[in-house]
Nanobody, 121 residues
Framework: QVQLVESGGGLVQPGGSLRLSCAAS????????MGWYRQAPGKQRELVAA???????DYADSVKGRFTISRDNAKNTVYLQMNSLKPEDTAVYYC???????????????WGQGTLVTVSS
């Protein structure tokens, strides 16, 4: 059993910043890629940013230059620093991880429960 627990969402004014965190716990052998997705009301879930265990990153065009993804492999935690937030960034943000389970070495794709980010004045 592997869980992802997100934190850091909330209400922020346009131009403001937030930092999301996502910690993985449970029966983990290793974690490959980790990422953040978001889903706005009435829209499909989309990739925001992803990072490999080697530190290679990828970003959606809409957040490049404003968001930064990072991870602490020792803590099995991924972060999303969001700067210059815009109203269109309002969404539920979900953490995702590609996990190799301990003992079984099965591949698991795990999702967090989501954290709401609201950008509004």
């Amino acid at each position: 059993q592997v869980q992802l627990v997100e934190s850091g969402g909330g209400l922020v004014q346009p131009g403001g910043s937030l930092r999301l965190s996502c910690a993985a716990s449970g029966s983990i052998f290793s974690i490959n890629a980790m990422g953040w997705y978001r889903q706005a009301p009435g829209k499909q879930r989309e990739l925001v940013a992803a990072i490999t265990n080697g530190g290679n990153t990828d970003y959606a065009d809409s957040v490049k230059g404003r968001f930064t993804i990072s991870r602490d492999n020792a803590k099995n935690t991924v972060y999303l620093q969001m700067n210059s937030l815009k109203p269109e960034d309002t969404a539920v943000y979900y953490c995702n991880a590609a996990v190799i389970a301990r003992l079984s070495f099965r591949y698991l794709e795990v999702w967090g429960q989501g954290t709401l980010v609201t950008v509004s004045s």
